[in-house]
């Protein structure tokens, strides 16, 4: 069944370091999307990618950075520029054409 | 600036009551309309989406939306809430703009009761 994949389920880090969230998809859906979403506040974009090996930032990008080399991932890495990085980050997919968003499972991260 | 609101950050109902969840947006135009539902610790499936034509839109699990232009808003109903409901909601919209920006609503946590 095609699908979002993302990995870890739960991961925790030290301040000061890097993390990467990884995000797969075998739906072949070109646009892929970042979120962040804490309590209370909805979903808040942090990157986007429509097209392989190119991304815009979204409404919350600093501290954040993405790939896009391959269509089926992409990638999201949490640097320590990152202020307040604990939250539930979600991955998501569409088509080009306006059909709603695949959403992953979520990856939630702890800064210990 | 745009905005979705989902003026009730929490609902509760009693099992086999009818449920009515708010959304109102705030776009130059008339945006493409979601709702969505998320389990705790899991991400969003899809309810329904309204693009054009019918305002009254079916989705999955028995629910259904209706569009109002007169009221900017796009209100998500069920007749009957099943215990399975409980979940927290949200309302998304998106202008048609070539890199599909969408905007979230903050959500209405809904708890059903026996």
């Known amino acids: 069944d095609g699908g979002i994949t993302q990995s870890p389920k739960y991961l925790f880090r030290k301040e000061g370091q890097n993390v990467t969230l990884s995000c797969e998809q075998n739906l072949n859906h070109d646009a892929m999307y970042w979120y962040r979403q804490d309590p209370g506040q909805g979903l808040r974009l942090i990157y986007y990618?429509?097209?392989?090996?190119?991304?815009q930032k979204g409404d919350i990008a600093e501290g954040y950075s993405v790939s896009r080399e391959k269509k089926e991932s992409f990638p999201l890495t949490v640097t320590s520029a990152q202020k307040n990085p604990t939250a539930f980050y979600l991955c998501?997919?569409?088509?080009?054409?306006?059909?709603?968003?695949?959403f992953g499972s979520g990856t939630r991260l702890t800064v210990v | 600036a745009q905005s979705v609101t989902q003026p009730d950050i929490h609902i509760t109902v009693s099992e086999g009551a009818s449920l009515e969840l708010r959304c109102n947006y705030s776009y130059g135009a008339t945006p493409y309309l979601f709702w969505y539902v998320q389990s705790p610790g899991q991400g969003l499936q899809l309810l329904l989406k309204?693009?054009?034509?019918?305002?009254l839109v079916q989705g999955i699990k028995g629910f259904e939306a209706e569009f109002k232009r007169s009221q900017s808003s796009f209100n998500l109903r069920k007749p009957s809430v099943h215990w399975s409901d409980a979940a927290e909601y949200f309302c998304a919209a998106e202008l048609s703009g070539g890199y599909q920006k969408v905007t979230f609503g903050t959500g209405t946590k809904l708890q059903v009761i026996p």
């Open positions: 998501a997919s569409t088509l080009q054409d306006l059909t709603g968003y695949t």
């Open positions: 309204y693009f054009s034509g019918d305002t």
């Open positions: 990618s429509q097209i392989v090996n190119d991304f």
